[in-house]
């Protein structure tokens, strides 16, 4: 299963940007899917979260409110809708998705987020 991330950018502060990430194989179905983001010299950490089959969702403290974590089951596609975006949204967001049974499995392409002040 490979996964595409695609729809970062440079953004004003303020702005939005909208993420995707698609699964090449329709018939994957993951345990969850998350949007990680990582600046340099730091470990990643997870932004927002989304249970594959009920939708319930997890949100870090320093994005709740302003980011938006989707899922489209039929087109295997998890979404992240930023908006208000700040300059420490600064970084490069990965998708990930968690499987029932090694975890963290599968990974994006990292997808470039700049947020100027």
């Known amino acids: 299963v490979q996964l595409q991330a695609c729809g970062g950018g440079l953004v004003q502060a303020g702005g939005s940007l909208r993420l995707s990430c698609a699964a090449s194989?329709?018939?994957?179905?993951?345990?969850?899917m998350s949007w990680f983001r990582q600046t340099p010299g730091k470990e990643p950490e997870v932004a927002a979260t989304?249970?594959?089959?009920?939708?319930?969702?997890y949100y870090d403290d320093s994005v709740k409110g302003r980011f938006t974590i989707s899922r489209d089951n039929a087109k295997n596609t998890v979404y992240l809708q930023m908006n208000s975006l700040k300059p420490e949204d600064t970084a490069t967001y990965f998708c990930a998705a968690r499987t029932y049974t090694r975890g963290f499995e599968y990974w994006g392409k990292g997808t470039q987020v700049t947020v100027s002040s």
């Open positions: 194989d329709r018939t994957f179905s993951p345990a969850a």
């Open positions: 989304i249970n594959w089959s009920s939708g319930s969702t």
